[in-house]
């Protein structure tokens, strides 16, 4: 058992999906093992910082990719394709609470489900001040436009490179930094007052990993 663990802890990505296609269920354990908790901060971050929605959110985009093993194509980079899927799964969930009306309760649901007790910041040294920043923000996110906030939480709590997100979103980079300068220029304007007297670079690990208002290329 242990050799055929480290057997496939050895593939990349794109081979384990390959043996997902053909029904392989260790290569499947392998790829749940490196993106499980990846993906479930992505739906937690995407979906109003609601841990149940998060869970249910993570479980099914990994039936999808049993579902969608068979067609995926190995020359595709996989965590660009899983981040596309994932992405599509939480565009419907915005177009189903909007059909159901229910945008106008969203801020008061993101501060509801809003814990991130356990996250220091040297430059917030008072309590109340780190989680009135955190609430500010993650309210400001939600208010972006879908392609917008998307962009925004690859690249900035992801961390994933221009090109890599173009490629998940579809679009050119020009059109990925043009989103991500909109998007840190919104962000800027609604948190001006945290920004004043502050050092420009966030403790890496935060809310936010860069300044908001450094993305401008």
Known sequence: MFAFRKKYESYSDEALMELVGKGDERAFGQLY??????????FYRMLYRNQEKANDFTQDLF??????????????????????????????????RSRRGSTESMSEEIIRQLADPGMADPYFSNPIDRDSFDKELTQAIEQLEWPHRQCFVL????????????????????TVKSRLYYATRKLSERLKSYQEGR???????????KTICDEKQ
């Open 33 to 42: 093992d490196r993106y499980a908790t990846k993906m479930h901060h992505y």
């Open 155 to 174: 690249r900035y709590q992801d961390e994933l490179p221009i090109k890599q997100i173009s490629e998940i979103v579809g679009c050119p980079e020009g």
């Open 199 to 209: 050092p420009r670079q966030a403790k890496k690990g935060g809310a936010c990993k």
């Open 63 to 96: 039936l999808k990719l049993v579902e969608k093993g068979a067609s995926y194509d190995p020359k595709r980079k996989f965590s660009t394709w899983f981040y596309a899927v994932a992405g599509n799964m939480c565009k419907n969930e915005y177009r189903s």
